[in-house]
T-cell receptor, first 116, second 116 residues
Framework: DTAVSQTPKYLVTQMGNDKSIKCEQN?????MYWYKQDSKKFLKIMFS???????INETVPNRFSPKSPDKAHLNLHINSLELGDSAVYFC???????????????FGEGSRLTVL | AQKITQTQPGMFVQEKEAVTLDCTYD???????LFWYKQPSSGEMIFLIY??????QNATEGRYSLNFQKARKSANLVISASQLGDSAMYFC?????????????FGDGTTLTVKP
């Protein structure tokens, strides 16, 4: 039973296309995230949702649109893909405890996006 | 704003020896959490250890311990009795327990290579 699962694991597509990555967690966590890891392995937060509500939206191009249909799911849709979008995208979740996030992140396996 | 600095891009250690991976942080938040994550070559992110800013004792988890020096704003990871399977990239991270809870800031990572 995978705690945080994301699909697809690999995605190869042409510039200009639109693609989505799905994420689901079965840990009962309230908070979910999207992180981007670039080719130099730098990890940066993109979005965070707490119980379906967007709470963090870093400076990410508006071609990236997250959607959380319920607190167990957080999807990422990317429009008009560019070469620079090539990266590994990690979904993660954490427990929200009384207004203070305990912080420990449970990561999915990552989705490697390659834009040609 | 939070900042994590890992000054060692790469480290080598002999099998069965101990190694310290450095991490310094900067934050104006009075309450925060510090974390270490491991990323093997397979790509997944694995939580290792957590230290709360108000914890009096250094955190330990098996062969991992966190050398927390609050005044110096450092949170070094010590791995004892290194094993070949410890070869991986290691990330130090922090999150704040304030209203912007849920945002973990990561360092650039240290690649550890364990030599047989």
């Amino acid at each position: 039973d995978t705690a945080v699962s994301q699909t697809p694991k690999y995605l190869v597509t042409q510039m200009g296309n639109d693609k989505s990555i799905k994420c689901e967690q079965n840990l009962g966590h309230d908070t979910m995230y999207w992180y981007k890891q670039d080719s130099k392995k730098f990890l940066k937060i993109m979005f965070s949702y707490n119980n379906k509500e967007l709470i963090i939206n870093e400076t990410v191009p508006n071609r990236f649109s997250p959607k959380s249909p319920d607190k167990a799911h957080l999807n990422l849709h990317i429009n008009s893909l560019e070469l620079g979008d090539s990266a590994v995208y990690f979904c993660a979740s954490s427990l929200w405890a009384g207004g203070a996030d305990t912080g420990e992140l449970f990561f999915g396996e990552g989705s490697r996006l390659t834009v040609l | 704003a939070q900042k994590i600095t890992q000054t060692q891009p790469g480290m080598f250690v002999q099998e069965k020896e101990a190694v310290t991976l450095d991490c310094t942080y900067d934050t104006s938040d009075p309450s925060y959490g510090l974390f270490w994550y491991k990323q093997p070559s397979s790509g997944e992110m694995i939580f290792l250890i957590y230290q709360g800013s108000y914890d009096q004792q250094n955190a330990t988890e098996g062969r991992y311990s966190l050398n927390f020096q609050k005044a110096r704003k450092s949170a070094n990871l010590v791995i004892s009795a290194s094993q070949l399977g410890d070869s991986a990239m290691y990330f130090c991270a922090m999150s704040s327990t304030n209203t912007n809870a849920g945002k973990s800031t990561f360092g650039d990572g240290t690649t550890l290579t364990v030599k047989p």
